[in-house]
């Protein structure tokens, strides 16, 4: 088995390191377009606007509430055929996690923003401090430490659900399981390769967040 | 917190959304426009028009169409059916364009006309014929082996034919031809599994997951020579009963779409006349076996 992937790893080496590029990649693009739009949702959510807190109810209830294998077939059916212009299948694909990404992205900035203690707002209130200076001194300081361990939570299972793009042959680490089990026919050895990539990948964020964690605290 | 942020930036988003939303309906209004356009003119007219076709394919099915990593990208995918996608194309005049799908992608973007033509190594079933048109036969297993069986080599005496699977766990592929042979030819079994993708099937059985694989014989011979340590094996003496009238590997084409499945047909029935397709298969039975360890 160890001879195996050692082989495996010689000749098809290339396959793999292209697919970790692409899901690098993929997931760059996800965290952060879906940490844009995630942050506007949870801004329209928060608002006092009926209109809006009924639309991302929907748009958050919508997708969290539907896997995100069924979104991205939904995306690569639907969309190229909605858009007036030629959408690549990629496209639709990244649109798809982006999309799926923001509305969790969302809930964690909501809660986050709404797990600052109320007496804060009312003391800065008190003190006599404006609307926008309430928000942007008091409030934004705390829910921003609220925000950013779980946000990192959520950026690496994002990365691990770039996966599910090989589904549709996108070029990334999944993908390049397929394709080099598919010319072998060496299914086991070649998931093992893939799963330490996935390993030593999301092992490394967990540790920069952790670190991260910690110089967040430093100043409590 | 909805006290916090002050009126005026809501007022402002509030008109960006406006915006955004009146966008969308202009969007979308385009978008039936051209819809209605295209739908104008059949799908072999919009083919030639547009100047390429798009052929959809699971790539993992040697002979038929697989992967050899060391290409270049669009070079990547090879087998008997690229070949004939080629062949086709170039009777078209138009350039080819190679999109590689799991198997029930490629089955929903024929049934959704999302492209042209799958060539996927199909064969026909009755539900595949109501969603999509199918065209001729272009290969026959006349003289290849058919369908069959894939065990572990542990069985090799008890397992000898679908008779033998009573108390035994079969895997096949989901939306396969292999499927529906299991679910008529097999008159009794204990549990019916379905995969993705045939070689998942094939895992199945040799870690003990499933006993038996309904398989294209042709394919699980070059999985089992790949896999010596595996212990696996094709069961020699026994073939699924093929119809004959719905015999035959064929073309998955939009449902309605009969131009464009007359067309293919004259180009199938020039491929079995010249008899290129058995020799395409031949040639890559004999690339695949090159690519393993």
Known sequence: MVSTIIKLWQKYDYVYIEGLLGTLWFSAITVFAATLLGTLIAVMKLSKIKVLDWFTNIYIGLLRGTPILLQLYFFWLVLPKALPFELSDTASIIIALIVNASSYVAEVIRAGIQAVDKGQIEAAKSLGMSNKNTFRRIVLPQAIKNILPALGNQYISMIKQTSLASVFFLQELMTSYKTVQSATFQAVPSLVIVGIIYLLLTSVLTKGLTLFERRLQANE | ?293
């Open chain 2, 1 to 293: 917190m909805k006290r916090v942020i002050g009126r005026k930036s809501y007022k402002r988003l509030v008109f960006i959304v406006l915006l955004f939303s009146l966008m969308a309906s202009f969007i979308t209004g385009c978008s039936s426009k051209d819809v209605e356009a295209s739908q104008a003119k059949n799908r072999l007219e919009a083919i030639l028009e547009r100047g390429y076709i798009e052929v959809v394919m699971e790539p993992y099915f040697a002979p038929f169409e697989f992967i050899d990593p060391s290409r270049d990208g669009g070079e990547q995918i090879v087998g008997a059916d690229v070949e004939l996608a080629k062949y086709i194309a170039e009777k078209l005049g138009v350039e080819l364009r190679l999109v590689p799908l799991e198997f029930s992608a490629v089955l929903s973007s024929i049934t959704e006309g999302k492209y042209d033509l799958a060539i996927s190594a199909l064969s026909y079933t009755p539900a595949r014929a109501e969603a999509m048109n199918m065209s001729k036969g272009y290969y026959f297993a006349e003289n290849n082996p058919g369908y069959g069986l894939l065990i572990r080599e542990e069985d090799k005496d008890i397992i000898k034919g679908p008779a033998d699977l009573v108390d035994r766990v079969i895997v096949a592929q989901s939306g396969s031809l292999q499927e529906l042979f299991v679910l008529e030819q097999v008159p009794a079994y204990k549990e019916f599994k379905r995969v993705s993708a045939t070689t998942d099937g094939f895992l199945m059985v040799q870690e003990g997951k499933a006993d038996v694989a309904a398989v294209s014989k042709s394919m699980a011979q070059l999985y089992v020579d790949a896999n010596p340590a595996a212990g696996l094996m094709v069961v020699e003496e026994f073939e699924f009963v093929v119809d004959k009238s719905t015999q035959g590997t064929r073309i998955g084409i939009p449902k309605g779409e009969d131009e464009l499945t007359e067309r293919i047909n004259e180009i199938i029935d020039e491929v079995l006349e010249r008899g290129i397709y058995e020799d395409w298969y031949r040639e890559y039975t004999e690339y695949a076996k090159t690519l393993g360890l």
